[in-house]
């Protein structure tokens, strides 16, 4: 005669498998939503960015100053880069002379190409070209052509 404690029913096995499979999936659930691991990687620098830094400081960032009491500053920045290889930027800027200050606006747009860990942007009312590097999730855009040299940093809007 079998031992009554150690036989057990199965209903019981199915019940308790379905208890662990309904653990690990809600165990997997957590650690894929988690950030616990980072977050995604960028495969493409496709995207909507926001200026983080001019020159290494945060935005509102001086551009440019003189003696006189004139100052330059960008105020905001976004890119938008589009899978089909076109980009649209706008910045804004706040002007400031002795008695006055006004703001504005300037936007540009055109065409961008990955190669690699770079991207070259193509101004289409110019053909002037710029090229920044990326990396998971910022664009980094240093323009030597302008004296001073500017560096930009945009990170992408999560």
Known sequence: MRDSRTR???????IGRGRALVAFAVAVAIVACSDSSGPAVQK??????????????????????????????????????TSDG?????????????GAVSTYSDSTGGT????????????TSTGFTLTAVWTNG????????SDPTISLVYELKR
Do not use: C
């Open 8 to 14: 057990r029913s199965i209903p019981h096995l199915t």
């Open 44 to 81: 493409n620098p496709d995207g909507n960015y926001t200026i983080a830094t001019v020159n290494g400081k945060p935005v509102p960032a001086p551009l440019y100053s003189d003696t006189g009491g004139y100052t330059l500053e960008i105020t905001s920045g976004s890119l938008a880069l």
């Open 86 to 98: 076109k980009y649209s930027s706008v910045m804004g800027f706040r002007q400031t002379l002795p």
């Open 112 to 123: 961008w190409v990955r190669n690699g860990g770079n991207v070259q942007f193509t101004e």
């Open 138 to 145: 910022r664009i980094t855009v240093t323009d030597s052509t």
